[in-house]
């Protein structure tokens, strides 16, 4: 499974980004998919996930603005009121057959 991360980019706090994540190869039989996000001297941390039957978790710190969607192959996190601690390097993720498939990640800044 190869996974192609877009969307990241600078944003001013308050504004909103999309990040898209597409899936190839191998695609067939994969569970959840969904983002994590690093710092730098941080370990990485979910952001959002969703499982092929459509359950959704989020971390406490970005609920009630962003949210995940996904179709088949494909992942989105629409991100709003982007807050300055959201800056970091986001990474799409997708789980198939018991083993994480990362993609190349994308940088997202958010300025005060």
């Known amino acids: 499974v190869q996974l192609q991360a877009s969307g990241g980019g600078l944003a001013q706090a308050g504004g909103s980004l999309r990040l898209s994540c597409v899936a190839s190869?191998?695609?067939?039989?994969?569970?959840?998919m969904g983002w994590y996000r690093q710092t730098p001297g941080k370990s990485r941390e979910m952001v959002a996930r969703m499982s092929y039957a459509g359950f959704i978790d989020y971390a406490d710190s970005v609920k009630g603005r962003f949210t995940i969607s996904r179709d088949e192959a494909k992942v989105f996190l629409e991100m709003s009121n982007l807050k300055p601690e959201d800056t970091a390097v986001y990474y799409c993720y997708a789980e198939r057959a018991m083993f994480d498939y990362w993609g190349q990640g994308t940088q997202v800044t958010v300025s005060s």
């Open positions: 190869g191998r695609i067939a039989g994969i569970q959840d």
